[in-house]
């Protein structure tokens, strides 16, 4: 059977960072510093998603470099709110819009900041119940797919959240595997548990990795605005073809590994990768895999994973999936989205 391309082999790959602020919520940029800040970084995409307001910066977009619509709604719990100073939990959605002049949003964007309200005037807000309560959220992604975004659940560590808030999750397009922000801030914002077991519950989910950036360095000195994102396979950088490729799924989410090519044929993975000391398999049941440095080499650049006895075995399980982890020799990973069985040749 032929080789297949689990990430597209495009001529360019994009860094994303998809969870950003700036001064039009509680960030301390103009957006055009935060475009500056990234494309000196590297970086060709930022989604900017400030704080319950949904805003278009693509005046800001050039050749190189591609701002997407966005915004992050929070829906708190009142029943949760430890004290006054400490916000209790609450969950945190970030919407992409698939086109950039989309400025829908849930709910009313608070007026607060002067700076803010030239885009919070632009905004097209509905009123829907901010409650805390699956139903109430799960309303709010699915009014939020009709009107055309791509919806993330964010940071369930800062958001003191747990099963019982996202177990029961519809509808989500990604989850941040990691929220370099959170982490910098001194929370264990590393989701990948989280995001497999959602994956376990049926849910076809991509992983983000994000910086949730709100200033380059966190309150504690931590640089973290660099340091999480999504590497994004699309044919060009271009509005459509970057939001295509996120919706079928050509990305990964890294700290640091960068994958060169992951291929499928015959029942087999092969990766091609920047240098890691280990690269894992997980599914979506007890099958697994571990590649690490052959001959005592400190690290690897290839792997190959014979996942056939896997496909028999599952061929008739729905929802099996499989997907990948590397880490380098500092720790930093990357994550793969997971592969169902049910999209692969087999
Ligand atoms: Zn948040
Ligand atoms: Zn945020």
Known sequence: MAQ???????EHRFKANLHTHS???????????????YKNAGFQIVAMTDHNIMADHSELSDDDFLMLTGGEFNVNDPEFQPSKHKRGKTYHLCMIARCPDNLWQPFPAPMKREFAIPYIKKTRPEDMPRVYGIKEINDIIAKANEMGFLVTYNHPVWSLQDYSDWSGLKGLWGMEVCNSGSVASGYTEHNATVYQDMLRLGMHLMPVAASDMHEEKSRYGMVYYNTAWCTVCAEK???DAVIAALEKGDLYASLGPEIESLTWEDGKVRIRCTPVRSIQVETHFRTTRLAIPKDDAATMEEAEFDLSEWVEQER???????RLTLTDPDGNYA?????????LPV
């Open 237 to 239: 950088l271009e509005y």
């Open 316 to 322: 008739d399980t729905p929802n099996a999936f499989f």
């Open 335 to 343: 994550v793969t989205r997971a592969y169902w069985l049910s999209e």
């Open 23 to 37: 001064r039009i919520s509680d960030g301390v940029m103009t957006p055009a510093e935060v475009k500056a800040l």
């Open 4 to 10: 297949i391309h689990l990430l597209p082999p495009v």
